[in-house]
């Protein structure tokens, strides 16, 4: 079935970065985008960024710039979000979800990598 | 301070009929598709509702979406146990040439 499987749990010390993977299995990888989203605790969603697997472009949300990186293997299928510089508002669950387009639904999430950032 | 914006709560009984709104702008509902989105406690959000109306499959009939102007909602008839969750709108903004979301409504069944 289709589904999207992401790494684990980590905690990490303010200014460091961390890089989340988001393994993809039962659809054709390239043919689908995938978004970034977060949530930090008691808190609604934010998105992060979009990238297209095929060819690795990407477009990240504003409040991210310059400290989001979002890269993707095709030969593992899976995507990778890095977030540099880190602070205790990153705190927060990071979900990998594919986009039918790159203005359509995100139809697929996965399980969630929950990110603390504390000294 | 979320684009869209949700009323932070909302309730029913088993068997009633449950309305959340999502308010945006021009930028974003006003031009462009309303997506619903249902976190169940403690999980992953679900696709509910996708391009304003229409349902994923699998998705109960229960569950409507519609959108006007500026704003959407999602309905919920014949509410059950199961439904209690928190909601979140979705859009697109040409403003922010980025993705918006509601900051979620929390839905209690009585």
């Known amino acids: 079935q289709v589904q999207l499987v992401q790494s684990g749990a980590e905690v990490k010390k303010p200014g460091a970065s961390v890089k989340v993977s988001c393994k993809a299995s039962?659809?054709?990888?390239?043919?689908?985008?995938m978004h970034w989203v977060r949530q930090a605790p008691g808190q609604g969603l934010e998105w992060m960024g979009i990238?297209?697997?095929?060819?690795?472009?990407?477009s990240y949300a504003q409040n991210f710039q310059g400290r989001v990186t979002m890269t993707s293997d095709t030969s593992r299928s899976t995507v990778s979000m890095e977030l540099s510089s880190l602070r205790s508002e990153d705190t927060a669950v990071y979900y990998c979800?594919?986009?039918?387009?790159?203005?359509?639904?995100?139809?697929?999430w996965g399980q969630g990598t929950m990110v603390t950032v504390s000294s | 301070q979320s684009v869209l914006t949700q009323s932070p709560s909302a309730s029913g009984t088993p068997g009633q009929r449950v309305t959340i709104s999502c308010s945006g702008s021009?930028?974003?509902?006003?031009?462009?598709?309303v997506y619903w989105y249902q976190q169940l406690p403690g999980t992953a959000p679900k696709l509910l509702i996708y391009?304003?109306?229409q349902r994923p499959s699998g998705v109960p009939d229960r569950f409507s979406g519609s959108k006007s102007g500026t704003s959407a909602s999602l309905a919920i008839s014949g509410l059950r146990s199961e439904d209690e969750a928190d909601y979140y709108c979705?859009?697109?903004?040409?403003?922010?040439?980025?993705?918006?979301f509601g900051g979620g409504t929390k839905l209690t069944v009585l």
């Open positions: 979800a594919r986009g039918v387009a790159y203005y359509d639904a995100f139809d697929i």
């Open positions: 039962g659809y054709t990888f390239t043919d689908y985008y």
């Open positions: 990238i297209n697997p095929s060819g690795g472009s990407t």
């Open positions: 021009s930028s974003n509902i006003g031009s462009n598709y």
């Open positions: 391009r304003n109306n």
């Open positions: 979705a859009a697109w903004d040409d403003s922010l040439s980025g993705w918006v």
